[in-house]
């Protein structure tokens, strides 16, 4: 049990290290495969990036699989990522005439396209956790500019009918998809409606939040107006202090005992003072006179 202990505690310190340098190499990542899905044609200088920042995050992901206490929760954990890990060593069979066919190359296209957003998105939790509108909106614009490159490239309107012509193209698609507008386009391949799907379902849930947060926000400004018919902060506050006030003035009359759990204080802010002392004493009720 210690040294399980001691494996957790130093698995939390090497992420918290680094954690940021992994988030400047996975939105390297992602600006290296957006390149390479809109430019399908063999650069050097970005496979050799690649190959770099690939062998990187194989390096981190042995690091810590090494220091898991519990190995099998690990890998249920982070099975996307050893998947996508995975990927790019399947460009070495490339000369078989099997992973050179269209459908294959798509196939594979699209784990890279859901393994790059699953490591951005977990660098944008770890970087932007305690920012929730922040990490959303960082997640919603890795989806937009990963997922138009994917359309673009699963759905060329050179193979198919009706499909998009410029990355511009793409990034309007994507983005009606995600606003759940959508358009007269549907995908038309396989790889390319999985991408849609999981799009739209990221879409839902993120108009679900915006949509939870701008309420939270109009209400909250309603609630500021004096005369406004939503209950706010100050007149909570308001209500606290006449209660505080009108179980100091029991307490006072002897009709209450004063708690014995400590000294009470205001609830509002800017006016919290001790009501009373722990150890006074509460005066007990004056007996009626006998006739």
């Given at each position: 049990?210690?040294?399980?202990?001691?494996?957790?505690?130093?698995?939390?310190?090497?992420?918290?290290?680094?954690?940021?340098?992994?988030?400047?190499?996975?939105?390297?990542?992602?600006?290296?495969?957006?390149?390479?899905?809109?430019?399908?044609?063999?650069?050097?200088?970005?496979?050799?990036?690649?190959?770099?920042?690939?062998?990187?995050f194989?390096?981190?992901?042995?690091?810590r699989?090494?220091?898991?206490?519990?190995?099998?929760?690990?890998?249920?954990?982070?099975?996307l990522?050893?998947?996508?890990?995975?990927?790019?060593?399947?460009?070495?069979f490339?000369?078989?005439?099997?992973?050179?066919?269209?459908?294959?190359?798509?196939?594979?296209?699209?784990?890279?396209?859901?393994?790059t957003?699953?490591?951005?998105?977990?660098?944008?939790?770890?970087?932007?956790?305690?920012?929730?509108?922040?990490?959303?909106?960082?997640?919603?614009?890795?989806?937009?500019?990963?997922?138009?490159?994917?359309?673009?490239?699963?759905?060329?309107?050179?193979?198919?009918?009706?499909?998009?012509?410029?990355?511009?193209?793409?990034?309007?698609?994507?983005?009606?998809?995600?606003?759940?507008?959508?358009?007269?386009?549907?995908?038309?391949?396989?790889?390319?409606?999985?991408?849609?799907?999981?799009m739209?379902?990221?879409?839902?849930?993120?108009?679900?939040?915006?949509?939870?947060?701008?309420?939270?926000?109009?209400?909250?400004?309603?609630?500021?107006?004096?005369?406004?018919?939503?209950?706010?902060?100050d007149?909570?506050?308001?209500?606290r202090?006449?209660?505080?006030?009108?179980?100091?003035?029991?307490?006072?009359?002897?009709?209450?005992?004063?708690?014995?759990?400590?000294?009470?204080?205001?609830?509002?802010?800017?006016?919290?003072?001790?009501?009373?002392?722990?150890?006074?004493?509460?005066?007990?009720?004056?007996?009626?006179?006998?006739?």
């Amino acid at each position: 049990m210690a040294s399980n202990h001691r494996r957790w505690k130093t698995l939390c310190q090497l992420e918290a290290w680094l954690d940021p340098l992994m988030l400047w190499l996975s939105i390297a990542w992602l600006v290296v495969v957006v390149v390479q899905l809109l430019d399908p044609h063999s650069n050097p200088v970005l496979e050799a990036i690649a190959t770099v920042l690939w062998i990187v995050f194989i390096v981190d992901f042995v690091v810590r699989f090494s220091l898991a206490p519990g190995k099998r929760t690990f890998l249920k954990r982070n099975w996307l990522v050893l998947i996508a890990l995975l990927v790019p060593a399947l460009r070495i069979f490339r000369i078989f005439a099997v992973f050179r066919a269209a459908g294959a190359l798509r196939g594979i296209q699209l784990v890279r396209i859901v393994g790059t957003a699953n490591r951005g998105m977990n660098a944008l939790r770890h970087s932007l956790a305690r920012r929730q509108f922040g990490y959303v909106g960082g997640m919603t614009l890795l989806v937009v500019t990963l997922g138009a490159a994917g359309m673009l490239y699963l759905e060329p309107a050179k193979e198919v009918g009706g499909g998009f012509k410029s990355y511009a193209d793409a990034l309007w698609w994507t983005v009606m998809l995600l606003t759940t507008i959508g358009s007269q386009y549907w995908p038309q391949t396989s790889e390319g409606r999985i991408l849609a799907v999981l799009m739209s379902i990221y879409g839902l849930a993120v108009f679900g939040y915006i949509t939870a947060v701008l309420a939270s926000f109009f209400i909250g400004r309603d609630a500021e107006e004096p005369e406004a018919p939503i209950v706010g902060v100050d007149d909570i506050g308001e209500l606290r202090d006449e209660i505080a006030a009108l179980r100091a003035a029991l307490e006072a009359k002897g009709a209450i005992s004063a708690p014995r759990n400590g000294p009470r204080r205001n609830a509002s802010a800017g006016t919290s003072q001790v009501r009373r002392d722990r150890d006074r004493p509460s005066v007990p009720p004056k007996a009626a006179p006998s006739s």
